[in-house]
């Protein structure tokens, strides 16, 4: 990193920006250097585990993976396999890609948590789902699992 600073007599507002700036760099490159500590993408994304994700890193470059929208956001990042939708990908900022988004997070979930083989076919269909990649354990019970929970909307202080 290469930092610049001219400083005039009497001047003490270009040494604090350049000051500021020689931090600020000197704590990113920090950042960057031990972000990693030797921890591939796969070992960050317990999600699914190292071994799905990487048998779904065998299969073709062009195969659609769908599954959990809160677990199979790594698929993209270590598999490099595209997901029908994500919760990485739900990040709406714009009305206009809500409305593409929306209805593709509702058919996914209820494909993977519906009761009906056709919801499954529909994925196929509409977003090109090759793979369907379902967690053991995810479909037990009546309750959310807890990376679920913690994307429930708040209900505010109405009471209601």
Known sequence: MASALVWRRGATRPVVIGVAAVLAGTALLAE???AGRGVSFAGRCAGLGR?????IGTLP?????????????CVTLVSERPVVISRKLYGVFSSKYLSVARPRMFAMIDAYFGDSRSKIL????RYGADYLVVQAGSLVGHTAGPR???M???LGSSGG
Do not use: C, F
């Open 148 to 150: 679920w929970r913690r």
């Open 61 to 73: 470059k062009n195969a659609i993976i769908a599954g959990d929208p809160t677990t199979i956001g």
């Open 32 to 34: 960057v250097a031990i």
């Open 51 to 55: 071994p799905v994700l990487h048998y």
């Open 122 to 125: 529909a994925l196929r269909r």
């Open 152 to 154: 429930a909307p708040s």
